[in-house]
């Protein structure tokens, strides 16, 4: 099987070019190929497949083999291999994921797919569809405990749910300690993303996440779409921010005239290989 290696921010995925050959037992395969010992290493795989309702579709699945609805570094990488390998290649394109279809618009240099705006689409409020068992609608700044520590949380979903932590200092501690508490809480019935967010100014941040299903990565870009409606929503951030992550930084624009949140940022293809099936 032939694959590419890509990152968005250092968020890294697998990923396989379905208009040309088929993944029979995706899960499986996630596990195996995403192992940072023993298989190429990555925080998970991403399929690039044929759509009926857009210039192509992505299946997104964590490191543990779960599937997640959406990925927001993921989108920007499927946009510049659609466009870089001959799939279609239009400067605008339109990415079918499993919280709908997105347009992306791709920044070139030289022929080549360099930064990707993604139209990540409004935020999702209503604690039913995040979903989360927190009370309040939406979610802002409510008591959520864990291991016997109360944390003030905001919690959204951008297609896939989230809770934002705001902190003085995004911790080892925090990140690796209660991010995967709180990514199993009860009060989040899907499970959940978590960031741990340090506000440096009105219009910038700095996130570290603890991702369902495949532990801390260096960038999360649903995430950071999360963290600026959250910012917003606590009164914390203005509603254009740059997030500083571990893999380099995102734009968010969470644009007040159509409700809609814009993330910008970088896709680099790093190798191809082969994998034995």
């Known amino acids: 099987m032939r694959f590419t ?64 609805e959406m990925c927001g570094n993921g989108i920007r990488c499927v946009a510049k291999y659609v466009h870089d390998h ?28 360099r930064r990707v705006r993604v139209d990540m689409g409004p935020p999702i409020l209503e604690p039913d569809r995040i979903p989360t068992k927190l009370p309040g609608t939406p979610v802002v700044n409510r008591s959520l405990e864990i291991d016997g520590r109360s944390l003030q949380v905001t919690s959204v979903s951008m297609g896939n749910p989230h ?43 700095r996130q570290r996440t603890w991702e369902r299903g495949s532990g801390e990565t260096w960038a999360c870009g649903t995430g950071a779409s999360a963290v600026c409606v959250a910012g917003v929503l606590s009164g914390r951030t203005e509603r254009r921010i740059v997030n500083h992550l571990l893999g380099g930084d995102l734009e968010l624009h969470w644009n007040e005239a159509d409700d809609h949140v814009y993330m910008t940022g970088p896709a680099t293809e790093v190798f191809q290989g082969e994998w034995p099936l």
């Open 163 to 205: 809770c934002v932590v705001f902190v003085p200092e995004a911790t080892d501690e925090l990140v690796l300690g209660l991010g995967p508490r709180i990514e199993t809480s009860p009060s989040f019935p899907a499970r959940v993303n978590v960031e741990f967010v340090e506000v440096l100014s009105p219009s910038e941040v």
């Open 5 to 68: 290696k890509m990152h968005g921010a250092g968020n890294d995925y697998v990923y396989v070019n379905c208009f040309e050959q088929q993944v029979t037992r995706p899960a499986e395969l996630a596990q195996a190929i995403s192992h940072r010992r023993f298989g190429v290493g990555a925080d998970g795989l991403i399929l690039i497949l044929p759509s009926e309702r857009a210039d192509a579709r992505m299946r997104m699945f964590n490191a543990d083999g779960s599937e997640s």
């Open 86 to 113: 001959g799939i279609c290649r239009r400067d605008r394109l339109r990415i079918e994921t499993g919280a709908g279809v997105l347009p992306v618009d791709l920044e070139l240099e030289d022929g080549l797919v």
